[in-house]
């Protein structure tokens, strides 16, 4: 099994940026295809990014929201068993619950196809 812990989260003003980070225990992330997933009040849980380790061990970015539109990044870091999403120029649709979570399904926004998640870290975007 894989332990996954979210930080990062918090209040910042319109335009402002973040780094969310997702560390890992119990298994290498290696093994498995990332996502971040966000769910705002009264709205659906939705894809944010989805990441996959390519057989160098580097990070790609294979999936994105359509809300990104260019904003965030998806990224991983193998030495430290942490995966990142840096969002730039927020806006208070952004505000959410940010989660990651990690399955063995390649690029899916499926969220069945992930067998573990963290519990989310707040982002809160003000006008």
């Known amino acids: 099994q894989v332990q996954l812990v979210e930080s990062g989260g918090g209040w910042v003003q319109a335009g402002g940026s973040l780094r969310l980070s997702c560390a890992a225990s119990g298994r290498t992330l290696r093994s498995y295809h990332m996502g971040w997933f966000r769910q705002a009040p009264g709205k659906e849980r939705e894809l944010v990014a989805a990441?996959?380790?390519?057989?160098?061990?580097?990070?790609?970015?294979?999936l994105l929201g359509d809300f990104v539109k260019g904003r965030f990044t998806g990224f991983g870091d193998n030495a430290k068993n942490t995966v990142y999403l840096q969002m730039h120029n927020l806006n208070p649709e952004d505000t959410a619950v940010y989660y990651c979570?990690?399955?063995?399904?390649?690029?899916?926004?499926?969220?069945?196809?992930?067998?573990?998640w963290g519990q989310g870290t707040q982002v809160t975007v003000s006008s």
């Open positions: 979570a990690a399955g063995r399904v390649p690029t899916t926004a499926d969220q069945d196809d992930y067998d573990y």
């Open positions: 990441i996959s380790w390519s057989d160098s061990g580097t990070y790609f970015r294979t």
